[in-house]
């Protein structure tokens, strides 16, 4: 699916037409005669279209007849069946600049667009790489509102586990363990892309653009310090509660050992 916006008059207008769209959004579900069609329509290299799909993409950029790809992760919860699963994934989303407009493709639905979609309106269609940089603040604030999240869920397991010894608690911390080994890898990732933006000046960024990047270099530092933080309880408390079930094993060994003795010596 392709949405096309622009603004007027402080408002965001959906329009049916991507010449006159400040902002393409594509989403999902993607279909190739879309892709081809926008191609060929915006004079966008097809892969920059497609590179979203690769959930695994990297954060990275590229630059290829004018036109510029920014592939940068973003947080979702994962919808996965699998009970064995990561409670939370990143996905890619593709940031596509043109000469005047904008376009972003995602493979999943995610709550960085959504967010960027209801301040729109107050987004100055001229300036393109502030719009690019909002799109950033947004994947930032969203990793650390799911890392807060992520924590706080994981305290409420770890009493559970104290009070009951359950597998059921376990299990979900392991969960949680896979979705933190995610946000650390996006979080690097994006840290870098960000830094090398920086340094590399793609965007031939202002002055208060410049300042903008750099508070969020920031912020995804500190976001990356939280995930290896709250990584470092949890694989800490894992470890204390795997000693402390080896020792009640080791515990209940001792005692159905010495109960088997007991039976096996004859009565007089």
């Known amino acids: 699916m392709i949405q096309y916006f622009k603004n007027t008059d402080k408002q965001t207008i959906a329009i049916d037409k991507a010449e006159n769209a400040v ?6 579900p993607l279909k190739q005669e879309e892709f081809t069609e926008l191609s060929e329509t915006m004079n966008i290299p097809i892969d920059f279209l497609k590179d979203s799909l690769d959930i695994d993409e990297r954060s990275r ?3 290829e007849d004018d036109v510029k790809l920014i592939v940068i992760k973003t ?3 994962n919808n996965s069946f699998n009970l064995s699963d990561a409670f939370y994934i990143t996905i890619p989303i593709c940031i596509i600049l043109t000469h005047n407009q904008i376009v972003t493709v995602n493979s999943f639905e995610n709550e960085a667009i959504k967010k960027f979609l209801t301040t ?3 987004r100055n269609p001229d300036r393109m790489n502030m719009m690019v940089l909002k799109i950033f603040e947004k994947i930032t ?8 999240e992520i ?3 994981r305290n409420s397991l770890e009493q559970k586990l104290y009070d009951s010894n359950r597998n059921q608690e376990l299990l979900q911390l ?3 363990q896979k979705s933190f080994v995610y ?5 690097r990732s994006n840290e870098l892309l960000m830094m090398k933006i920086s340094r590399t000046n793609l965007l031939k960024l202002n002055e208060e653009e410049r300042d903008l990047l750099e508070d969020l270099i920031v912020e995804t530092s500190q976001a990356l310090e939280m995930a290896t933080t709250y990584t470092n309880i949890l694989n800490s408390t894992l470890d204390a509660f795997a000693s402390i079930i080896s020792n009640n094993q080791n515990e209940v060994l001792k005692r159905l050992t010495t109960l088997t003795i007991f039976l096996s010596v004859p009565v007089l």
């Not at 902002?23 to 999902?28: C, D, I």
């Not at 604030?141 to 807060?148: A, E, M, P, S, V």
């Not at 946000?183 to 979080?187: D, E, H, R």
């Open 23 to 28: 902002w393409v959004n594509v989403l999902p």
């Open 61 to 63: 950029y590229e630059l």
């Open 75 to 77: 947080p979702t919860e």
């Open 120 to 122: 729109f309106q107050h």
């Open 141 to 148: 604030t969203n990793f650390q509102d799911y890392l807060k």
């Open 151 to 153: 924590n706080t869920r």
């Open 174 to 176: 392991m969960r949680i």
């Open 183 to 187: 946000f650390l890898t996006a979080l």
